[in-house]
């Protein structure tokens, strides 16, 4: 059974606006750093982080982003 988490308005227009800055400087998103700024500006959990993540992603791919997992836990920069 697959569970679809959901963003509250506020956080889904956070992300918008937050790839919109980031696109407009830059075509590569690092999407741990992204999710991690959103996260601290909003009260958002362990769960709701991975939202938060898979709209990053899903965000900067529609705005022809590069997307680099360079926050990721084991520390490798890669780029999708």
Do not use: P, W
């Amino acid at each position: 059974m697959t569970m679809r988490l959901q963003l509250s308005d506020e956080v889904q227009r956070e992300v918008e606006q937050t790839i919109r800055s980031k696109a407009s400087q830059s075509l590569v998103i690092d999407l741990y750093a992204t999710a991690e700024e959103i996260r601290s500006r909003h009260d958002v959990g362990e769960v709701d982080l991975d939202a938060v993540i898979a709209t990053v992603a899903r965000l900067a791919a529609q705005c022809g982003c590069a997307v680099e997992l360079g926050g990721a836990k084991t520390g490798n920069a890669q780029s999708a």
